[in-house]
């Protein structure tokens, strides 16, 4: 049984960061932007969650400058893909790159380190007890003890899905998507829209960079995003951008590297356990390509 609810715990803690960022993502999909930079906003994130919380003890700075890191790059990405009309998979390329060459500078610059900075001044985020839970057999051990960003980003997703379907904000965003022109033609600029949908990722991805340095472990580790960017965008593509099946798939993504995390305790190899969490994501997207080569010839 306690092997069970470990992994049940893991499946959600690893959840969280992807779920964020693919929730992040969302909002872009819908509006039409092709956005392959979570990855470096949730390295962003990270990074300057530490950095916020490690200089003045508070947990809550290191994830309000987590976001705001993680809309810096959301900015430059408004600036030459919306503005400038860039190239968007070279945009998020480039800031992929500079997000993972930035964060390890600043590191070295900043904390006189290499590869890892951990230091007991660093605020994790709380856990969130639930007394009237936490006595209730198995549920309880599951439900009482969760990071608080873990919560946040249940709600994110009841909001998120209000906001694209219930809401005219939602129907506009979708509209830039699927039919910008018409969407210019009745006063609405697309580009506005496209611009908010990278400010809503910039936010979610922040949230999520400040969970995995303040709440999956407590530090900061070079590139430490190690790839839940790229699994949150198949995420996204796997269930077209809806944030109820995002966070199913997030879950199955989830329990892939708490199963990871479980095989180390067998003595699995680690090299071959971290590899789970990405052939799970290549198995996915492999099933997905073939049911829609079938819809297609259908």
């Not at 099946?245 to 003595?267: C, K, T, V």
């Amino acid at each position: 049984m306690k092997i069970l609810i470990g992994l049940i715990n893991g499946m959600i803690s690893g959840a969280t960061p992807i779920l964020l960022a693919a929730l992040g993502g969302a909002y872009t999909y819908y509006a039409g932007v092709f956005n392959i930079a979570m990855e470096g906003m949730l390295l962003t994130g990270a990074f300057f969650a530490v950095l916020g919380s490690y200089y003045t003890g508070s947990w809550l700075i290191g994830v309000l400058l987590a976001i705001l890191g993680a809309l810096f790059l959301s900015l430059i990405f408004i600036l030459f893909a919306v503005v400038l009309k860039t190239d968007e998979f070279v945009t998020g390329i480039a800031l992929n790159l500079f997000a993972v060459g930035a964060t390890t500078y600043m590191l070295r610059k900043i904390f006189s380190v290499k590869g890892v900075f951990s230091n007991p001044a660093i605020q994790p985020i709380p856990a969130i007890r639930l007394p009237l839970a936490e006595n209730i057999p198995f549920v309880g051990e599951i439900l009482s003890g969760q990071i608080l960003m873990v919560w946040v980003a249940g709600l994110a997703t009841i909001l998120t899905y209000f906001l694209i379907f219930q809401t005219r904000f939602g129907l506009r965003l979708r509209a830039a998507g699927y039919n910008p022109a018409r969407l210019d033609s009745s006063g609405v600029p697309s580009s506005r829209m496209r611009a908010l949908s990278l400010l809503a990722c910039g936010v979610l991805c922040g949230l999520g960079g400040s969970f995995l340095s303040l709440g999956y472990v407590n530090l900061f580790a070079e590139n430490m995003s190690a790839g839940r960017g790229w699994i949150s965008l198949a995420a996204i593509i796997l269930v077209n951008g809806n944030p109820l099946g995002i966070a199913l798939i997030s879950l199955l993504f989830g329990f892939s590297d708490g199963l990871g995390l479980l095989l180390q305790g067998y003595r699995v190899p680690s090299q071959f356990t971290a590899m789970v969490p990405y052939i799970a994501t290549l198995i996915a997207l492999y099933f997905y390509a073939a049911r829609k080569r079938r819809l297609n010839s259908a």
